[in-house]
């Protein structure tokens, strides 16, 4: 008689397959019930960053993404961004997706940018549940100083409900395994 594996039986297959879907079920069940009316994520991070001694001033080269995400089950009216540094040289391109994959078409929400004072704003209306935005700031001459502002940079983020700063895509992964979590009685 041969050896079989515990894997081999048609039985134990269906039983796993069965056990990993109930878990993805789960997740977003207890996602689902668990998520806030009113929430916004947000994360912003230099992806890249580059100086190179020129004659004169500093040149450097640096790629900035911001994202903010709609986390919650509600629209967002208005997000304000406030970014303390504004440099003067900088390309700003945006890009809007979902936090979650969907068969539904992405909403569009607006993003307008505005100068106040030495500081970039932007004011993203209609932000829809399930949406992230991201800002990418691109600066290809900028001084060292502006790099400097970047790198340290804290943004002020306005919005209706509960704003925390984490990444909207990671962070509702990591709730929704909480929050599933929860429901099985494993956290309070």
Same mark, same amino acid.
Do not use: C, F, H, S
């Given at each position: 008689m041969a050896a079989t594996s515990i894997f081999e039986h048609t039985a134990v297959r269906w039983l796993l397959a069965g056990g990993v879907a109930a878990g993805l079920a789960g997740i977003v069940i207890g996602e689902s019930l668990q /998520?806030?009316?009113h929430e916004v994520r947000y994360s912003g991070r230099l992806s890249m960053a580059h100086c190179a001694p020129t004659p004169g001033p500093l040149s450097c080269t640096f790629k900035y993404r911001f994202s *903010?995400?709609?986390t919650g089950n509600q629209g967002q009216a208005s997000v304000r961004i406030e970014w303390p540094a504004d440099p003067p040289r900088a390309m700003v391109d945006t890009k809007i997706s #979902?936090? *979650?994959a969907s068969a539904r078409k992405t909403s569009q929400p607006r993003v307008q940018q505005q100068s106040e004072m030495g500081n970039t704003v932007f004011v993203i209306s209609e932000? !829809?549940?399930n949406t992230v935005v991201d800002i990418d700031l691109f600066c290809a001459l900028c001084e060292r100083? #502006?790099?400097d502002a970047f790198?340290?940079? /804290?943004?002020? *983020? !306005?919005a209706r409900g509960r704003v925390t700063e984490a990444d909207p895509r990671v962070s509702t992964f990591e709730n929704s395994v909480i929050n599933f979590l929860r429901v099985l009685g494993f956290f309070r």
């Open positions: /998520r806030p009316a *903010v995400g709609n #979902d936090i *979650v932000l !829809e549940p100083a #502006d790099l790198r340290g940079i /804290r943004a002020k *983020v !306005e």
